[in-house]
């Protein structure tokens, strides 16, 4: 019997919730933005997992030991892992495309584009973008080459990615033009993502407050979209940086809507695109 169904599920105070979401900051540089009464039940469900009552106990977990960092990650994938889709905010792909299109039709372009899905969460992102790529590139440009690098603070959510298999109920969200080329519906209730796009995309855990040392450099595309909430305003601008600085010359970044508030860098144009927050790196059309 769980500790919540035997009545004994602890109770946890506002001033116990504030040191701990204290903690997560300090050591993984993120703000949680759930309400208190979600934050409070993963906290029991780690508790629960645990065998702990006490949650002091459970506070006092969060030193500098490596069990500290292994129970931080463990919390921390279930406070981050959010909800995602395929081809969710759909004119940003069409810019995606747009993008390719006009790179390929250069006459310039290198033979081999590189990806990145910056919080990429369960996949579905990178996925959408190797979805756009794989069917720009298939038109008479075997010969082009393109790979796909998706990272996330969750290792729960790369495990998952890495699997590229999702309920059958998500090919709505994919447009027809690529549901029936780059999913297979045949796993009774499950559709598993292409191996022509699974075999070309690699899931890493990664934490962006920590990009100026990531190894992952020179892409031509870089999506970013609704993960900048997670960490505090004064580090936002910083990450962005980095980003940009991870492009090649011509390179395309994508954040979220209003991820962008204040944010200026020399290195890069707006691109006008209603409703999407897009910028091409200045240089070349090409990989750097």
């Known amino acids: 019997m769980s500790l919540a169904a035997a009545g004994r599920a602890p109770e946890i105070g506002g001033e116990q919730l504030g040191l701990l979401m204290q903690a997560l900051r300090t050591h993984a540089g993120i703000t949680i933005d759930s309400t208190p009464g979600v934050i409070a039940g993963h906290v029991r469900e780690r508790m629960e997992h645990l065998g702990m009552l006490d949650v002091d106990a459970y506070l006092a977990l969060f030193d500098d030991s490596i069990a500290a960092r292994a129970e931080r990650l463990a919390l921390t994938d279930l406070l981050t892992v959010k909800e995602t889709r395929f081809f969710r905010q759909p ?3 069409q810019v995606l495309a747009q993008y390719l299109d006009k790179v390929v039709g250069s ?11 910056a919080g990429c969460s369960t996949g579905q992102e990178l996925y959408s973008m190797a979805m756009v790529a794989e069917a720009v590139f298939g038109h008479g440009e075997s010969w082009r080459e393109w790979h796909g690098i998706g990272s996330d603070l969750s290792f729960r959510a790369v495990v998952q990615a890495r699997e590229g298999v999702y309920p059958e109920k998500v090919l709505g969200d994919i447009p027809v033009q690529y549901r029936g080329r780059f999913m297979d519906p045949k796993l009774g209730g499950r559709a598993r993502v292409a191996d022509v796009i699974r075999h070309r995309t690699h899931f890493f855990h990664s934490n962006l407050l920590h990009v100026d040392v990531a190894p992952f450099a020179s892409f031509n595309v870089i999506f ?3 993960v ?4 505090p305003r004064q580090e936002r601008a910083g990450i962005i940086d980095q980003l940009v600085d991870r492009l090649g010359p011509g390179g395309l970044l994508v ?3 209003g ?3 204040s944010w200026q860098n020399p290195n890069v144009e707006r691109l006008l695109s209603p409703g999407v927050c897009a910028y091409r790196k200045n240089g070349g059309s090409g990989r750097g």
Do not use: H, R, T
Request: with cysteine; proline share 7%; charged share 10%.
């Open 91 to 93: 004119a940003a792909f």
């Open 107 to 117: 006459g310039a372009a290198p033979a081999e584009f590189s990806f990145w899905s």
């Open 224 to 226: 970013c979209q609704n």
């Open 228 to 231: 900048l909430i997670y960490f």
């Open 255 to 257: 954040l979220g809507p």
């Open 259 to 261: 991820e962008d508030v």
